[in-house]
């Protein structure tokens, strides 16, 4: 039985676990250069910058996180408050057992409740197992825009 809650610090070591699993996959296991310290600090000190959903199975009487979606919050000139999706994210033997539509909802949900005029994020352009799921919400794709970034 698979339950979703928002994610505790308690978590965040299990999170980045997920974390590094995506970055072999996406073929960049060396990219993650987050801290366990700063990742939770990030989620749940002071300041918050990012908020999760964390899909949990059940089974057994014993909780095993087995996905997780994180968010924070984007301000566009043009719309306003839109939630960022920047990962969700399913353990491999997790997959295609219907988890990620189940936190897709919960975030589409809460951008609703939260009045946000939309969500946004990125998907790998060969990543099709990916595009397939996001195609089923009539996502829009934009390849006018061209990614840009500055490690500092």
């Given amino acids: 039985m698979i339950t979703l809650r928002r994610a505790e610090k308690k978590d965040c070591k299990r999170l980045l676990e997920l974390v590094h699993e995506l970055a072999l996959y996406e073929k960049a296991p060396n990219e993650v250069t987050v801290s366990l310290e700063h990742f939770e600090e990030s989620s749940f000190g002071k300041n918050p910058v990012c908020w999760s959903?964390?899909?949990?199975?059940?089974?057994?009487?014993?909780?095993?996180i087995v996905g997780f979606a994180l968010y924070y919050i984007r301000y566009s000139t043009w719309k306003g408050q839109r939630m960022y999706l920047e990962d969700i994210i399913i353990t491999e033997n997790y997959r295609g057992k219907g988890i990620g539509k189940l936190l897709m909802n919960k975030l589409i949900d809460e951008a609703k409740e939260k009045k946000f005029s939309g969500i946004v994020w990125q998907v790998l352009n060969w990543n099709e197992p990916a595009i397939h799921f996001y195609k089923k919400y009539n996502a829009t794709f934009d390849d006018e825009w061209v990614n840009v970034s500055i490690d500092v």
Avoid: M
Avoid at 53 to 64: F, G, L, R, T
């Fill in 53 to 64: 959903w964390v899909a949990c199975d059940n089974a057994n009487n014993k909780e095993i």
